[in-house]
């Protein structure tokens, strides 16, 4: 098998992204992406990364595809470098060919890390022979990217902070079909963002709002957490909506400022408040772009996109609801 000559076995692995609704936004510790805060989220059904992997002692070197697009200079050293780790962890040599491919577009303010490095951790710890508790896949899966420890669970998942590596790990707090949440995803701009998550948030303890928000963010855990087992979907609203703006001020008020909302944000945000005084239970949600994330109960949906159809400056929508978390599957990339 691998590191003693010849191909390894190839592996694929399917995972979702995510959706927080406690948000991650700075970090206790860059290098391991230990967070700040404990964030809460849901995985999205339609929006997955597929990504096959072998290790084999015939490659000269890792080649890494992505089927509809290339990745940067800086991605490709970023997946290396997550190849090096389970490699290590494995006790092997061998290169590997990563193959990986989105459902969905880039652009549409979806973050394909999170999905992407959930999935790459997964196939790659399986065609590297390792076989790691649920926990240690989502530890690894954070020191990747943060975000993409939430896409490893089923469903519902909690992020824990915790103070060193081992003690931050994801879990699920319910599963994808507890209960019929849906995210009407409004694509407002598909331009990608100037400035990354990861850069963006080493910034945020320079804002005046920040030890405010850590300071309130245990509370709305909690809240949230009691709102989900209740399935009391105003009071689950009430506080995604409070967290997002929360995290938004850090990023307004951040030196330098990270304005990410334009024109049209504002105008669906407006009309979100003025949906559910009108009776609709629809909250919002944003994350580092310009793009509006409606959640909505599933018996609501097809209201909530008829009144989306009425707004200006939409460019597409994207619905979805939540799915379980990441798996492996037989279909491979490549032969
Ligand atoms: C979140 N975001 O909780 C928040 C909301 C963006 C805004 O997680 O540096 O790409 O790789 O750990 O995971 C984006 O952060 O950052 C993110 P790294 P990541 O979904």
New binding site residues.
Partial sequence: MCGRGGKGMKKTAIAPA???F????G?KNEEL?I?ANA?I?MNLLGAVTTTTVEFSSSYPKDTIELTDGSFSDGETRRITAHLDRIRQKAGIRDFARVVTKNSFPKSAGI?S??SG?AALTLASAAAAGLSLPQKELTILA?I?????C?SIPDGFVKWESGEKSEESYAHSLFPHDYWDIRDVLVVVDQTSKKI???DG?KKAGTSPFWQERQRDIEKRIIQITKALEEKNFSEFGTILEDDCLS?HSVMMTQNPPLMYWNEATGNCIRNVQKWRKDGLPVFFTI??GPNVHCICEGKDEKQLIDAIKTLSGVQSTLVNSCSQGAHITNTHLYQ
């Fill in positions: 995510n959706i927080a406690i948000k991650y936004w970090k992406r967070p964030s989220s973050a890390s999170a490095f954070r990747g990217s943060g975000s993409a939430r990354s998550s990861s948030m995290m994350d580092a």
